[in-house]
């Protein structure tokens, strides 16, 4: 009798294995370029991204139907891809070296917050990789940022391999295939295609080893346990995606709304996870941030000068209460297992806010699989060319966080054009 089922499954499938296929030898070619700090050039970075962008795009306008695309396959190619990022020296970011101090001084102080970096300098105790991970570090004189969920996995890193990143590297993609399967419980898999074969998250979290799926993968969690009804787990959830990182506070209300016992849940685990290493303080280096740091930020860049930064700061974060405060009004008068549209929020967050760096719109991506937007993915390319800056480009005159006017027009007209783009396909269908 005939075999009629591999051949069918090979016609079906075969688009998406050359898609992956392709993917995979970009991505090595990446990892192989990175074996060293700088050794990445930003045509090197853009060039992978945006190949493996238009391979993605192309499978997922290929499968017009869940039906056609096999789930083992997308999830397969995902994992190979995040793999071959384990194996890189992290690409054009150098953030990476305060994990590893930060996870070196809980195992030996018991808190990372208590000392900045640079009171460690000259110290005897030092091993040579401990002074070489010590020298990496970018603003030494400030303490750490990083909440407590992500100072036990760099302890948890140090334990295993101390002052290597590959244990990291590792660990998110870990977390972050987690956070795929979670997807699959929320969105057709042709919407999670689109983030498991983003370049911005294999970029961000295996490449580069940036904490956010630390707190992304219990927020999306939490979307799921609302979706059934679970509100102590949302609540649970939701205190571990926060104490990743504040930005998740934003949705916090709009899952809990007004059930108090999961409210006492949500503040006894938070308080559980940071009391051991935090003492109740919030990082001195969130205050840091928030007062001094600016990047990225076209309305800051076009008007800062003129309103002032703290004055802007103040007008758009209070625009930013009022729109939330519009948009909750709203979500609240919907049945308590509607999700909120985090995309919309963390977008208007992310414009409002006078630091935009690229990982930061990895917080956009898990709500744009569930409603899928042009602006949305054109973002999670786009948001790329902010790597061209004074660091990167060692020979432009640049400032190490300046960067130049045509990188900063291009990002974000890029996405008002996608903007506009969606606005006129919406308006065309009512």
Known sequence: MKNTIFPAYFSTQL??????????????????????????TLWQLWGVSLLCAALCFLAWRHYDTDKKLCIKAVIAWALLFRLIGVTSFPVMEDDFYRFLWDGRMLVESGSPYSHPP???FGASNLSDADEATLDGINHPDIKTVYGPLNQYMFAFSHLIAANKIWPLQL?????????????????????????????????????????????????VAALVTTKKQQWNYTALWLALAVAGKVFALILVPLLLRFRWRSWLVFAGVLTAIWLPIGGGQLPQGLTAMAENWQFNAPIYQLLGTTVGPSLLKMILLSAFCLLWAAYAWQHLQKPADTLPRGDWLFG?????????????????????????????????????????????????????????????????GLVALALLWDWRKTKAST
């Open 15 to 40: 688009p998406l294995h050359i898609a992956g296929l392709l993917s995979a030898l970009a991505y090595a070619y990446l990892s192989l370029s990175s074996q060293s700090e700088g050794s990445v």
């Open 348 to 412: 208007l967050l992310l414009l409002f806010s006078p630091v935009f760096n690229p990982w930061y719109a990895l917080w956009i991506l898990p709500f744009a699989v569930i409603w899928p937007s042009r602006w949305a993915w054109t973002t999670s390319l786009a948001v790329l060319l902010a790597y061209a800056s004074g660091i990167n480009m060692p020979n432009s005159g640049l400032g190490l966080y300046q960067q130049p006017g045509w990188a900063v027009v291009l990002e974000f």
């Open 171 to 219: 660990l998110f993609t870990l977390l972050d295939m987690v956070l795929i399967l979670l997807l699959i419980k929320l969105a057709p898999i042709r919407s999670v295609l689109l983030y498991a074969w983003c370049p911005l998250a294999i970029k961000e979290f295996a490449f580069t080893a940036h904490p956010d799926i630390v707190a992304l993968l219990p927020l």
């Open 118 to 120: 640079s009171e460690f």
